[in-house]
């Protein structure tokens, strides 16, 4: 299969690095945390889309190397943007797939990473989706209590899409929220009863994070008034093209660095 073999290659040649999307405090647009996206950029110049090469790799188990060089390199990116910039209690929210969260070395990955890039774990956030939840619920449970007891925080990617148990949601150690994009476009369509609706669904996401004590970050906001409705819905923090796209680590530095 030619594609996993080049994905193979990519990896060892680290041809494939995070690039970082900023996340705004919506009210002070403060830069809070930083997403790292994975990109693949080929010697050729071709760029591969994550939604391409991700789920290979899950299938063929290259993520596990892959997802591990992404976080160390995360990891030693914003170590180092924390000590030169004076946003010094920046974020930095990697994204972990379910094979990755399953393999029984994934917390200890995280924290040997975490030691040899020097960043504190209160700095990193995991972010899940809800489908890696719901398997195998006892190892899983521990597995989320032990990063939280090593102080990583845990935020629910793409929230609203999946099937959290609500009753579920409450005991585990999750610390945020990410309303999917999908609802975010939703704010502003044409179709009048689709607006309704996704206003609707995210004041009941904000309305279950304001009762169970977690942030709230908006995904995809790409339009001023998307910003507007859900800075009144009261979402704490954003992302999305309005504010930039995901930006290669010497942009993020210049972008951090006008930002002060
Ligand atoms: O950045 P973009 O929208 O193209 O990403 C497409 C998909 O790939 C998204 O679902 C995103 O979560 C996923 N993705 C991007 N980078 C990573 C990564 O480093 N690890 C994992 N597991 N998924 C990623
Ligand atoms: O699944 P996850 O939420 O991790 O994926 C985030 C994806 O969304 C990334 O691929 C990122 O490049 C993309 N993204 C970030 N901001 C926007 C935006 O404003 N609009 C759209 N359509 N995609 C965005
Ligand atoms: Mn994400
Ligand atoms: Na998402």
Redesign the pocket.
């Known amino acids: 299969f030619e594609l996993e073999r080049a994905l193979r290659q990519a990896i060892q040649t680290g041809e494939i690095v995070p690039?970082y999307?900023p996340i705004l405090h919506l009210e002070t647009h403060e830069v809070v945390a930083v997403?790292a996206?994975a990109r693949w950029q080929t010697k050729d110049g071709c760029s591969l889309?994550?939604?391409r090469f991700i789920p290979v790799a899950e299938e063929t188990g290259l993520i596990l190397p892959l997802g591990a060089a992404l976080l160390r390199q995360a990891c030693s990116d914003m170590a180092r943007w924390r000590a030169e910039l004076p946003q010094s209690r920046l974020h930095i929210n990697v994204?972990v797939s379910e094979r990755q969260f399953h393999d029984p070395e994934f917390v200890r990955m995280v924290t040997s990473t975490l030691e040899q890039t020097g960043l504190p774990a209160t700095a990193l956030t995991l972010?899940l989706?809800e489908s890696i939840l719901l398997q195998d619920t006892d190892t899983c449970l521990s597995k989320l209590q032990e990063l939280d007891s090593l102080g990583v925080r845990l935020a629910l990617?793409?929230f609203g899409t999946g099937y959290s148990s609500l009753s579920y949601l409450s005991r585990l150690p999750v610390h945020a929220l990410?309303v999917?994009?999908s609802f975010?476009?939703a704010l502003t369509s044409t179709d009048l009863k689709a607006r309704a609706q996704s206003e609707e669904i995210v004041r009941a996401i904000i309305a279950l994070a304001r009762a169970l004590q977690l942030e709230v970050t908006a995904?995809?906001?790409?339009q001023q008034s998307q910003y507007q409705r859900l800075c009144a819905l009261g979402a704490d923090h954003g992302?999305?093209?309005?504010?930039t796209?995901?930006l290669p680590a010497t942009a993020l530095t210049r972008f951090l660095a006008q930002k002060t």
């Open positions: 690039h999307q997403e996206l889309s994550p939604a994204n972010e989706t990617d793409d990410k999917d994009r975010v476009s995904e995809g906001i790409e992302q999305g093209y309005l504010f796209p995901p």
